[in-house]
T-cell receptor
Framework: ETGVTQTPRHLVMGMTNKKSLKCEQH?????MYWYKQSAKKPLELMFV???????ENNSVPSRFSPECPNSSHLFLHLHTLQPEDSALYLC???????????FGPGTRLTVL | AQKVTQAQTEISVVEKEDVTLDCVYE???????LFWYKQPPSGELVFLIR??????QNEISGRYSWNFQKSTSSFNFTITASQVVDSAVYFC???????????????FGKGTHLIIQP
């Protein structure tokens, strides 16, 4: 596989469930990102990791918990979400934190 | 704080027409990047172009061209002889670069939905 991949592509969960989104990049990049895209707001940056360390957390609720075990993988752990958290969650990576970001296809999340 | 405005929510043109997508940005910083991304119905954001704030040269790539004007804080995108495959949502974005080597994540506009009718 090449580029940035995300799994699952679609996810439906109840408010009491715990689930995780996975992102993997095959580009040898050092920075990875989570974005949220909902119908009512522009694309919003959630988290930034550079060399596996979190460098930015954009006031995201604690029910979203990121994890970056190595420079190729990024997870977003979800628990006790709300219906308004339903959105497209996009992962991106870049060679360095200053460089162009390349995006995965996204996970379409629906919270019932 | 940074801001990117794409005033055109939706544009519909007939195939082969030229179309320009507007982007206006706000930042107090002097060093930044501007981007355009394309989001087809599949959802993946596709990178189109990046411009450095110190480089105001316009750029042409096939049917695509970009006009960067710092005086008006604009970075407009023109598609010449549009095709149905150009139908997508197009996002303009800004990333500020810091002297220490770091950078902000991307600040996106709300996007322009471009519809090319056959």
């Amino acid at each position: 596989e090449t580029g940035v991949t995300q799994t699952p592509r679609h996810l439906v969960m109840g408010m009491t469930n715990k689930k995780s989104l996975k992102c993997e990049q095959h580009l040898g990049h050092n920075a990875m990102y989570w974005y949220k895209q909902s119908a009512k707001k522009p694309l919003e940056l959630m988290f930034v990791y550079s060399l596996e360390e979190r460098v930015e957390n954009n006031s995201v609720p604690s029910r979203f918990s990121p994890e970056c075990p190595n420079s190729s993988h990024l997870f977003l752990h979800l628990h006790t979400l709300q219906p308004e958290d339903s959105a497209l969650y996009l992962c991106a990576s870049s060679p360095d934190i200053k460089d162009t970001q390349y995006f995965g296809p996204g996970t379409r999340l629906t919270v019932l | 704080a940074q801001k990117v405005t794409q005033a055109q929510t939706e544009i519909s043109v007939v195939e082969k027409e030229d179309v320009t997508l507007d982007c206006v940005y706000e930042t107090r910083d002097t060093t930044y990047y501007l981007f355009w991304y394309k989001q087809p119905p599949s959802g993946e954001l596709v990178f189109l172009i990046r411009r450095n704030s110190f480089d105001e040269q316009n750029e042409i790539s096939g049917r695509y061209s970009w006009n960067f004007q710092k005086s008006t804080s604009s970075f407009n995108f023109t598609i010449t002889a549009s095709q149905v495959v150009d139908s997508a949502v197009y996002f303009c974005a800004l990333s500020v670069l810091y002297s220490g080597g770091g950078a902000d994540g991307l600040t996106f506009g709300k996007g322009t939905h471009l519809i090319i009718q056959p």
